[in-house]
């Protein structure tokens, strides 16, 4: 199970960090990721990270602006977002999957967090 939390309203230049905890499993051997959908739009890969190399994927539109993270000890995966815009504003979604590289597809998830909305205003 993936439980994410830390959406909310921001203002455009602004940051925030999610989280996901995962129960149920351990990071071993699992690509870490978050996706997300804005309304009308698919669902889209913004950034992953291996646990087994530390080997990082980042969405061109996010580069520069957002770092993911995870520890191990806590179970639980992290995306800081920096210099927020509106066309971030989304449902983020917490993803697994059992890979050793990174994933960047919606067919590579194994699981699934429930999503936490990010709202970002002009």
């Known amino acids: 199970q993936l439980v994410e939390s830390g959406g909310g309203l921001v203002q455009a230049g602004g940051s925030l960090r999610l989280s996901c905890a995962a129960s149920g499993f351990t990071f071993d051997d699992y690509a870490l990721g978050w996706f997300r959908q804005a309304p009308g739009k698919e669902r889209e890969g913004v950034s992953c990270?291996?646990?087994?190399?530390?080997?990082?994927y980042y969405a061109d539109s996010v580069k520069g602006r957002f770092t993911i993270s995870y520890d191990n000890a806590k179970n639980t995966v992290y995306l800081q977002m920096n210099s927020l815009k509106p066309e971030d504003t989304a449902v983020y979604y917490c993803a697994a999957s059992w890979s050793i590289v990174v994933v960047t597809t919606t067919r590579e998830v194994d699981y699934w967090g429930k999503g936490t909305l990010v709202t970002v205003s002009s």
């Open positions: 990270i291996s646990s087994s190399d530390g080997s990082t």
